[in-house]
């Protein structure tokens, strides 16, 4: 199966070590899903998705993932979370400003624990700017929650938002 430049440099992004609990939102097929699932030994994703069908994607093309996998098929702004807080929160062509607006930054920083980091992939079409207008109001929303903010634009027109809470990595 051939790995499209958005999934991997996402996943790359997040610099897993192993352990974490990891919250990809937007899941759909799973194929990042599946990449964080090769790196965490004790940690545990959470794949989340509107779409009733990508969740059954997901969980039927990852058999052995056992309990490291956790699918909920939910919009973010309606899970009720009862406090559980992630490493890291990531998402693959999912633009956040346009379904949430203002709310998305300071309700990811309220899922994460100190220190926590969210990474955020957008590939958009050739040569349609899309990419800027996803990238620079996500920064001072992102900035405004309290995070730490890098832009940059990957290989294969991806642009690669990368937050951390507290100190830069």
């Known amino acids: 199966m051939t790995i499209a430049?958005?999934?991997?440099?996402?996943?790359?992004?997040?610099a897993l070590s192993g352990d974490e609990q990891v919250l990809e939102v937007g899941c759909g097929h799973g194929v990042a899903t599946r990449l964080v699932l090769e790196q965490l030994t004790t940690g545990r994703i959470t794949a989340l998705d509107r779409s009733e069908k990508m969740i059954a994607a997901v969980q039927s093309?990852?058999?052995?993932?056992?309990?490291?996998?956790?699918?909920?098929?939910?919009?973010?702004?309606?899970v009720d979370w009862a406090g559980e807080k992630f490493d890291a929160i990531f998402a693959v062509n999912v633009d956040l400003n346009l379904r949430l607006g203002e709310r998305w930054a300071p309700l990811l920083e309220g899922l994460l624990k100190p220190g926590g980091r969210?990474?955020?992939?957008?590939?958009?079409?050739?040569k349609s700017g899309k990419a800027d207008g996803f990238a620079k109001p996500s920064q001072?929303?992102?900035?405004?929650?309290?995070?730490?903010?890098?832009?940059?634009?990957?290989?294969?027109?991806?642009?690669?938002?990368?937050?951390?809470?507290?100190q830069p990595q």
């Open 5 to 14: 430049a958005r999934h991997r440099l996402a996943v790359e992004a997040l």
């Open 61 to 78: 093309g990852s058999p052995d993932a056992g309990d490291r996998l956790r699918t909920i098929a939910q919009a973010l702004e309606d």
């Open 118 to 126: 969210i990474v955020l992939a957008f590939e958009a079409p050739p």
């Open 140 to 166: 001072p929303r992102l900035e405004a929650a309290g995070f730490a903010v890098d832009i940059r634009a990957g290989e294969a027109g991806v642009t690669l938002v990368s937050a951390h809470l507290g």
